[in-house]
């Protein structure tokens, strides 16, 4: 059965150790040295020489009793900043937060500690399970860049579970959006302001008018567009003559991603001609797409587990993005799980006990699942 205490500990045992992304040796060292005890050595690959990262990405297998296909399980190693020198604090009530200067690490600690948890209770009580696989990815954080480069040719697994959601207990989301990054470089001319100003070509001004003419913020029900970095000038004196600019868009729809982002390197060339300048846009596309319909056996199968544990499940989506956008890509079935962990990306993250038993009582039924 499910140990509150034992996955209590095993959660406030990885907040212990520091994982911002690409800084995961330590944490990759110990989940190997977790797993091993458990019957599963953990493979690692070479992804991570691509980013001078410090560990690959984890994958192994557990050979299981029950007919079916394998079950694929996926977490990620990494957390994002401020994160060194984690202390968890564990509250009367249950709820376990960090000291208020870092993050917790829930995201994706959480995920892991009822991975390992479900494993034990199997093993612990004799239950026959799936065959099971694993994936435990390095810079989740940083866009995916661990699995984005994952070999998923070593897995056989087609459906599979990532625990990675801010939501819930009982939650799953089955779609997520294509995600683009992309910088806006503006190019005017420089010149002293107060002697000759007519002479240069104010890069800001450009900048102006290019997010004058963005749809920024919600441009449709399925798709959102931010800048968030502006950087450009050198002197109060000076007409500027280069800016930066940072943004991401988001759509459930892949090509209306790409027609707003055909949108944005027209707008940016536009306005910046008309002033005499250029722009030049560069874009990366870091997650494409996905969803799975209800039907699906990976999300029939969730419904039942969940309603298992007595807890209702609740299907929706979600603007984030996980390891299972990669998954998909690679011709995977799978959804997004809550996982206990709440606000994160803040200092005031925080977990519950109570969650986290709930989460790893779906994760066991699910790996115990016949269906």
């Not at 410090?54 to 192994?60: P, R």
């Not at 102006?208 to 749809?215: C, F, K, N, S, W």
Request: hydrophobic share 40%; aromatic share 8%; net charge negative.
């Amino acid at each position: 059965m499910i140990r509150k205490e034992r996955l209590t500990q095993q959660f406030l045992n990885f907040t212990k150790i520091d994982s911002p992304s690409f800084h995961e040796r330590q944490m990759a060292d110990y989940v190997k040295e977790v797993f091993a005890g458990l019957g599963i050595p953990l493979c690692e690959d070479d992804a991570n020489v691509r980013f001078g990262s410090e560990a690959g990405n984890l994958y192994g297998r557990l050979e299981g009793e029950l007919e079916g296909d394998p079950l694929l399980f996926l977490g990620h190693l990494d957390t994002v900043e401020p994160a060194k020198g984690r202390k968890a604090v564990l509250h009367p009530d249950g709820t376990i937060t960090s000291a208020g200067d870092t993050v917790l690490g829930a995201d994706d600690q959480s995920g892991l500690s009822e991975i390992i948890e479900a494993i034990r209770s199997i093993e612990e009580d004799g239950k026959p399970h799936r065959t099971l696989e694993f994936l435990i990815s390095f810079a989740e954080e940083a866009f995916t860049k661990g699995s984005r480069y994952f070999d998923w040719n070593l897995l056989e697994a087609k459906q599979g579970y990532t625990l990675d959601l801010d939501a819930p207990i009982g939650t799953a989301s089955l779609w997520e959006p294509t995600l683009i990054e992309f910088t806006i470089d503006i190019t005017g001319r420089s010149a002293h302001a107060g002697f000759h100003p007519e002479q240069g070509i104010n890069a800001i001004r450009i900048a102006a008018d290019i997010l004058t003419e963005l749809p920024l913020g919600r441009v449709d029900p399925e798709t959102v567009l931010n800048v968030g970095i502006i950087r450009g000038g050198t002197a109060k004196n000076a007409v500027p003559g280069t800016v930066h600019m940072e943004g991401e868009l988001r759509s459930r729809c892949h090509d209306r991603a790409l027609s707003l982002l055909e949108s944005i390197r027209e707008t940016a060339g536009e306005k910046a001609a008309a002033l005499g300048g250029t722009a030049k846009v560069q874009y990366d596309i870091d997650l494409h797409e996905y969803r799975m319909d209800p039907d699906e056996p990976v999300v029939r199968r969730f419904v039942k587990a969940a309603e298992r544990a007595g807890i209702q499940p609740v299907l929706s989506g979600s603007f984030g993005g996980s390891d299972n956008n990669q998954f998909a890509q690679h011709g995977g079935h799978g959804i997004v799980l809550a996982s206990a962990m709440f606000d994160c990306h803040t200092v005031h993250e925080y977990t519950t006990v109570e969650d986290l038993f709930r989460a790893a009582q779906i994760v066991e039924n699910l790996m115990t699942s016949e269906l």
